[in-house]
Structure formats: structure tokens, C-alpha cells
């Protein structure tokens, strides 16, 4: 069975980082990639970020790249996301997937099991 479990979220102040932590299991990480999604209050679910299991290669979305840094270690089973100088309109709820594919997607019908979410919030 298919299972993702995220934490590290928090509050922090406008710049402040915070590392998110996405533990899989009933799965390897090289055999799925994994995305990053968020939903903040009012906003549907944007993918921020995603990486293939096959050859390691990352995406980001232009609201996040050069901020974030997404990163796995398969003997953890365990994707991170990195997220450095941190701005009030990153506040959300931040969710973990998996295609079940080697290949990352840019649609999020195309995720089929998610994580329960972490609250992230920026505010001074």
C-alpha cells in the first residue's frame, strides 16, 4: 500500500527557511517520482516542484525556482523540499505525491496517492 507522510511545516518570518520532509512507503523511491504541491486559502493546488525517479532531474514552477530545492534519499525513502527566503504568498497547505510512474507530470490528475498536507505559514 501506497503511503506518504509529510512534516516539517511551520511558521516562520518573511525569509526564513523551512525543510520539508515527505517519507514514503509501500513503494521505492526509484521506482515513483515524487511532487510538491500547495493550496493556499481561496487557490486551487499548484504544483511547485517534482522529481523523476529515474534520472534524478527536478522541476520547479516559476512562483518557487531559486527558492526551492527538492531532493531525495532513497535509502530513507524519504523527498525534500528546501525552502529558503520564504514570502508571505508561500503560506499554505504543502502535500506530497506520486504518479506511481518513474516520470514526473506537470497535471495533478495525474498523482494518484497524496499525503495528508502541512500547514506552512510565512508572517512576521
Known amino acids: 500500500q501506497v503511503q506518504l507522510v509529510e512534516s516539517g511545516g511551520g511558521m516562520v518570518p518573511p525569509g526564513g527557511s523551512l525543510r520539508l520532509s515527505c517519507v514514503a512507503s509501500?513503494?521505492?523511491?526509484?521506482?515513483?517520482?515524487i511532487g510538491w504541491f500547495r493550496q493556499a486559502p481561496g487557490k486551487e493546488r499548484e504544483e511547485i516542484s517534482c522529481?523523476?525517479?529515474?534520472?534524478?532531474?527536478?522541476y520547479y514552477s516559476d512562483s518557487v525556482s531559486g527558492r526551492f530545492t527538492i531532493s531525495r534519499d532513497n535509502a530513507k525513502n524519504t523527498v525534500y523540499l528546501i525552502m529558503e527566503n520564504l514570502h508571505p504568498e508561500d503560506t499554505g497547505i504543502y502535500y506530497c505525491?506520486?504518479?506511481?510512474?518513474?516520470?514526473?507530470?506537470?497535471?495533478?490528475?495525474?498523482?494518484?496517492?497524496w499525503g495528508q498536507g502541512t500547514q506552512v505559514t510565512v508572517s512576521s
Open positions: 522529481i523523476n525517479s529515474s534520472d534524478g532531474k527536478t
Open positions: 509501500g513503494f521505492s523511491l526509484d521506482s515513483y517520482a
Open positions: 505525491a506520486t504518479p506511481e510512474h518513474y516520470h514526473c507530470s506537470g497535471w495533478a490528475s495525474d498523482f494518484k496517492s
